[in-house]
């Protein structure tokens, strides 16, 4: 514990000297009689305590307190004043400058050891206090490095994690539309060798045509119908006429499946414009939606229809008709992979449910495994072979009905059946607004 001991009377610093150096364990004194020299002292001097004389010729001990104070550094230097002043005013001027005690003189040896031991323990504690902020500050700003380590960490993965999704879906749509493209351009090929005979079998013709113009007179043509209808054996002419419309058509269906699957994914991106969003009638919406899908469904389930009084909903009716076209072709697809003897049954129904209007589509088909419940509104996840389902439907549908501010729910007991819940939002809309709608 270093002391600075202050005092312009020789007998004074003597005094509390020896006190001190008997009382204080580990003390270091310093002695000095010029209150000029306490500040050079305190710079040089690394100084717990310092005893400090008011009543000094030159700069009193107040002026000394006040400088010492006026330093940040030395704030928690513990400052004594050691005083024969006994007027309560000085102690209060004392004390509003920052002193932490007094001692009185002359000196009661007691008072005084009690008084140094208590400034010295202050000190000690502070010190303490002090070494301890000092390390819990290292550790904040060491707290604050990691934290910003596991921030970028995390900010990392988010990316790796969505660069990882990004790639799946690239995987996914590549697979997708390689099938249809692979057919797409064999029937292409087809197609080509197709053109090459009916072009041979069609100048055969034309020669045939030209021979009959050229000859005025009648003859016997048996030997040109026998040469032609040689070519057109040659050029399998009968069969290249039968599959050309299969082909065509097998074609449209990989260029539909291919600009499906661009659709999908544009929908998947969220691109889409508010332009279609309008008052619609949900009822109607389903009505259009049944017919659109009744063909594929009719020779696998019956269709029971409960629509229920409901209020108009904004919504996309395209996009909507969407999802119920998707709902109710995967009911119908699950019926029919069951292959059972009779008609499955499906039942659409619309109500309203507090704030949201709700068309709910059961079937009693197989239901959905638990362990797929989680998935299927993954894009690309399908239970269907390869070729048969993209595996898009439901996600599309789940994007649609977030995009609407709507919910898209599942209930579903494996070997039951299976129930799709599509919420819209129904707002209450003023007749003014209404106009603006319409
Ligand atoms: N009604 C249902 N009953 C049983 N399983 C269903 C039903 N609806 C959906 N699923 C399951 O959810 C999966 C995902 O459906 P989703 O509509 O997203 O894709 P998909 O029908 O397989 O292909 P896509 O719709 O692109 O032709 C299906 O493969 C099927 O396993
Ligand atoms: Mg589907």
Redesign the pocket.
């Known amino acids: 514990m270093r002391i600075l001991v202050v005092d312009d009377e020789k007998f004074n610093l003597v005094i509390a000297r020896d006190i001190i150096e008997a009382n204080i364990a580990n003390s270091k004194l310093i002695l000095c009689n010029s209150p000029e020299a306490v500040m050079d002292l305190l710079a040089q001097n690394d100084i717990d305590i310092v005893l400090l004389d008011i009543i000094m010729p030159g700069i009193d001990g107040v002026e000394v307190l006040k400088r010492i104070r006026s330093n940040n550094e030395y704030k928690d230097i513990q400052v004594i004043m050691f005083t024969g002043v006994t007027d309560k005013e000085s102690f209060k001027l004392c004390f509003e400058n920052g002193a932490n005690d007094y001692i009185s003189k002359p000196i009661d040896i007691t008072e005084f050891i009690a008084r140094m031991q208590a400034a010295a323990n202050t000190r000690k504690n502070t010190l303490m206090l002090k070494e301890m902020f000092n390390k819990m500050a290292d550790q904040y700003n060491e707290l604050q490095e990691v934290t910003q380590k596991l921030k970028n960490t995390q900010f990392y993965l988010i990316q790796k994690e969505k660069l990882a999704s990004l790639g799946e879906i690239a995987a996914g749509v590549a697979h997708e539309i390689n099938n249809p493209i692979g057919f797409v351009r064999s029937n292409l090929e087809t197609l080509e060798a197709y053109l090459s005979r009916i072009k041979i079998s069609f100048s055969a013709y034309r020669n045939f045509i030209e021979l009959v113009a050229d000859q005025n007179i009648v003859q016997d043509l048996s030997h040109e119908k026998l040469q032609l209808e040689e070519t057109e054996k040659q050029q399998k002419i009968d069969i290249v006429l039968e599959d050309l419309e299969p082909i065509i058509k097998e074609t449209q269906d990989g260029v539909d499946r291919v600009a499906?699957i661009v659709r999908?994914l544009r929908n998947f991106a969220r691109t889409g414009t508010d332009d279609e969003m309008v008052m619609n009638d949900l009822n109607q919406i389903v009505e259009e939606a049944l017919l659109i899908t009744r063909n594929e469904v009719k020779y696998i389930a019956n269709i029971a229809k409960k629509l229920g009084e409901i209020p108009t909903v904004i919504c996309d009716k395209g996009q909507i008709g969407q999802v119920l076209i998707?709902?109710v072709?995967?009911?119908s697809?699950?019926i029919k992979a069951q292959n059972r003897e009779g008609l499955g049954n499906i039942i659409v129904e619309t109500y309203q449910d507090n704030d949201y209007v709700v068309c709910k589509i059961s079937?009693d088909?197989?239901?959905?495994k638990a362990e797929?419940l989680g998935r299927?509104?993954d894009p690309f996840?399908?239970?269907?072979e390869v070729g048969?389902?993209?595996?898009?439907?439901?996600?599309?549908?789940y994007g649609i009905l977030k995009d609407h501010g709507g919910e898209l729910l599942?209930e579903?007991e494996s070997g039951k059946?299976?129930s799709?819940i599509i919420k819209l939002r129904h707002i209450l809309v003023s007749e003014e607004r209404l106009e603006v709608i319409r």
Do not use: R, W
């Open positions: 499906k999908s998707n709902v072709i995967n009911a697809q699950a079937d088909g197989p239901g959905i797929y299927i509104f996840f399908t239970t269907k048969s389902g993209t595996g898009l439907g439901l996600s599309i549908a599942v579903s059946g299976t799709f």
